[in-house]
């Protein structure tokens, strides 16, 4: 897949490739397995189940041999589903809600935050509406674990959003060309 990217069936870039520039919600339709990918232009996340659930990572440009240096997964596992993040220019709003449907405190953000608790006093993140901009929340603070990839819109349930074991969201992260 070139993307920008490419996808190879087989680590190391070996095997059947499959170019795109745009969303893929299923890359089993494509090629048998994807465990390999080159990013030659653009930002995507790259999913571990098809239609764009489960383990997610972003892929900047670059090359990844393996899906291990990439998602960290099993070797076993690959990527089958990828989507690509459009570049932002404008301001970034967001709002979190400690709870559910929007229920809870309430926290408008604008900019990046590396700890939700220290900052606003959040035990938890559990909903959320994108207003303006490409977000992504992280597991721990200081934008580190696993993470989930969100565009404009409204979040009434973030861990129905195919990570339902993520404990929760600790650090918030605007993506930027810089990212």
Known sequence: LTMGTMRQERMNFQGRS???SNDCPELTSHLSRCNSCRVESGLFMVYEKP?????????????????????????SDCIR????????????????YERENFGGQMHEL???????MDRF???????????????????????RGRMLYLRPGEYRNLREMGISNMPKFSSIRRIMDSC
């Open 18 to 20: 499959y170019e795109t």
């Open 51 to 75: 239609n764009f659930m489960g383990h997610q990572m972003l892929a900047r440009r670059g090359e990844y041999p393996d899906n291990q240096r990439l998602m960290g997964m099993n070797t």
């Open 81 to 96: 589903s990828s989507r690509m993040i459009p570049m932002h220019r404008g301001p970034f709003r967001m709002r979190i």
């Open 110 to 116: 604008m900019d990046d935050c590396d700890n939700v």
């Open 121 to 143: 006093r959040m035990s938890d993140c559990q909903s959320c509406n994108v207003m303006e901009g490409h977000w992504l929340m992280f597991e721990q603070p200081n934008y």
